[in-house]
Every structure is written in structure tokens, then in C-alpha cells.
């Protein structure tokens, strides 16, 4: 059950702004707290406070006391950066957070991942939460993000249950990443994709991962120091999902096709030249970003659904609906 004095990292983000709202609605007092105060001063209404906190610096104590639950969305989720800017964001943050948290005898930590951690040069079906994992991490976000829910995991104790959720490719009108790309492919009119956009995606409606936090809040007794896979389940090729953006918007859609090998071959490059590059700028392709859209990730969800007692209710249709018709009033 989620009550009392409940703290939301991150949220300001796509998820964050879906998850302080349905706490509220739930009569918990939220306390909020994220990067853009401009967008916490939106979040601000009954039950809801926003203050403002950089937690790999600042001093947690106002954030947690008295808090029940804690729920860390806060990130840095981006498939490039400098690697201590990751240590920081995800590692040190979330370190410091914990101990805050048992400091101030919080009873629940719940804490978002990310299924990054599987990326890999290959398809990779039905996965689960022991699922064997990459030698190596395809990124420092992969790589320290997978760190920190090893920190969380650790941290469960008679004190505090932690739970750890691993959601795919979110989906809300406040998503900062597929949706804007796709949208601003809508208005080149065409998208190109490795392989033709054959890969399997699984896109998770944020309202569906927010019923997963919820439901990992009210059993995380019964499943401390565990991991769960979280997804829309429901399996689609990319460029069936640019499709219905597509269609959504008006537009037609060409999709061009491009050797998956080749797009990492660019990727690798033009992150290369990108390091050498004075500012460092993000290129306009990832070795992360083409392994994503060339090879397929599809999810085992059994235990998320006989432990959390949680099965995704929105289909994909229905999360891409949703968040085209709120995007402009994000």
C-alpha cells in the first residue's frame, strides 16, 4: 500500500510527471523533485510540494524525513555523456539517496532501471530478470545505471524493502525521446531504420508503468532485493510503430533501409569523430542508438505478473494515442 509522505526523484521527467499526479490522486502527501524547476512549479497542487535538489551534492535530509517511500526516477538516461557525469547521476545519487533513506527509517525504495543493461550486437527474446548480460555494457549508461541497482538490491534489509523495475521504452505525453524522433521524422517525411525497422520493440504506456511502481510499492515486503522486467508486451516491428506515429500526424511514410552492420560502423565513427570534436556534442548516431534499432528485445513478464500481480493494460496503439493528443500541452 502507498500512504503517508512519499518522495519522487525525477519528477520532472516523462515518467515522473505521469507517477506525482496518481500519488496525490491516492491521498499520499508527495514531495517532488527534479531538474526543471519550471516544470515542478506545474506539478505544485494538493498533496503536492516541489523543491528543488541536485542529489549528488545537496544535503537529502529536507527531501526525506518523514517520508514512508521513496521513489527514484532521477537519472541521467542518454546514449552519450561524459563517464563521470554518469557516475555522478547514476551512481553516487542513488548511493547517497539510500543512505538518507535508512537514515531517516524510510520503509520502501522503489527504484527504476533500465532494460539497457541487456543491449547487446543480437536479437534478444523473451528475456527475464537472469537473463545472462553483456560482458561489457553498450554504454556508461547501461553501465552505471546496472550499478546502481546493484547498490539498491544490497541496500534491502528488515528496515527498508527495495524493489527494482526495469520499464522499456516509456511512452507519455512528456516522453523526450522516441516519440519527439519519430515526430521530427514525420516532418522530413522519412525515417531511416537498420534492417527497414524489422526489429521488435515493446513500448510501455507510463500509466502502465506507474500501476508497476504502484504494485511494487504495496508488495515490496514480499519481494525485497528483487528485479523485474516491466513492458507493454505486445512485441512490434520499429517501423510498424513509425507507422502509426505516421498516420497519427497526417503523414505518409518512407522508411529507407540500412545495413544494420553498417549502421554501427557509422555510429562508431561518428562518435569518434564527436570525442575528438573540442565540445564533445552528441552525434546524430550511437553505436547505442543504431544496436537498438537493428536488433530485437522482447520480454518475459512472468514475474513482474505472479510476483507483482501486475500485467500491462494498454496496448501500444493506445500509449501512442494518448501521448500524441497530450504532447502539445506538455
Known amino acids: 500500500m502507498v500512504d503517508g509522505r512519499v518522495v519522487v526523484t525525477g519528477a520532472t521527467g516523462g515518467l515522473g ?3 506525482v499526479p496518481a500519488l496525490a490522486a491516492r ?6 523533485t527534479g531538474r526543471r524547476e519550471d516544470v515542478g512549479r506545474l506539478l505544485v497542487g494538493p498533496g503536492i510540494t516541489f523543491q528543488v535538489a541536485d542529489l549528488t551534492r545537496d544535503a537529502l535530509d529536507p527531501l526525506l524525513v518523514g517520508a514512508n517511500t521513496v521513489f527514484h526516477l532521477a537519472a541521467l538516461s542518454s546514449p552519450w555523456g ?3 557525469a554518469f557516475e555522478m547521476a547514476n551512481v553516487t545519487a542513488t548511493h547517497r539517496l539510500l543512505k538518507t533513506a535508512q537514515e531517516h527509517g524510510c520503509r520502501r525504495f522503489i527504484h527504476t532501471s533500465t532494460p539497457s543493461i541487456y543491449v547487446d550486437q543480437c536479437h534478444r527474446l523473451g528475456l527475464r530478470e537472469d537473463s545472462p548480460l553483456p560482458l561489457h555494457g553498450v554504454n556508461d549508461y547501461a553501465r ?8 539498491v538490491r544490497e541496500a534491502a534489509s528488515a528496515d ?13 505525453p512528456f516522453d523526450t525521446v522516441l516519440l519527439p524522433r519519430l515526430m521530427r521524422a514525420a516532418g522530413r517525411g522519412a525515417v531511416r531504420l537498420p534492417a527497414g525497422g524489422q526489429a521488435l520493440v515493446e513500448l510501455t504506456d507510463a500509466r502502465d508503468v506507474v500501476a508497476a511502481l ?3 510499492c504495496s508488495n515490496a515486503d514480499a519481494v525485497s532485493g528483487q528485479v523485474f522486467n516491466i513492458s507493454g508486451g505486445k512485441p512490434l516491428p520499429l517501423a510498424h510503430i513509425a ?7 497526417g503523414r505518409p511514410l518512407l522508411v529507407r533501409s540500412i545495413d544494420p552492420n553498417l549502421a554501427l560502423a557509422l555510429g562508431a565513427l561518428a562518435e569518434t569523430l564527436a570525442w575528438l ?3 564533445r556534442p552528441e552525434p546524430p548516431l550511437t553505436r547505442y542508438g543504431a544496436m537498438v534499432a537493428s536488433w530485437s528485445q522482447t520480454f518475459d513478464l512472468t514475474a513482474a505478473r505472479t510476483r507483482l500481480h501486475w500485467t500491462p493494460q494498454h496496448s501500444p496503439e493506445e500509449a501512442i494515442e494518448w501521448a500524441l493528443q497530450g504532447v502539445h500541452h506538455a
Open 160 to 172: 527498508m524493502a527495495t524493489v527494482v523495475l526495469r520499464p522499456r521504452a516509456i511512452v507519455s
Open 277 to 279: 570534436w573540442p565540445t
Open 243 to 249: 507507422s502509426l506515429v505516421f498516420h497519427a500526424l
Open 144 to 151: 552505471t545505471k546496472l550499478a546502481g541497482e546493484r547498490l
Open 214 to 216: 504502484l504494485a511494487a
Open 27 to 32: 491521498g499520499c502527501e508527495v514531495i517532488a
Open 17 to 19: 510527471r505521469v507517477l
Open 82 to 84: 561524459r563517464r563521470s
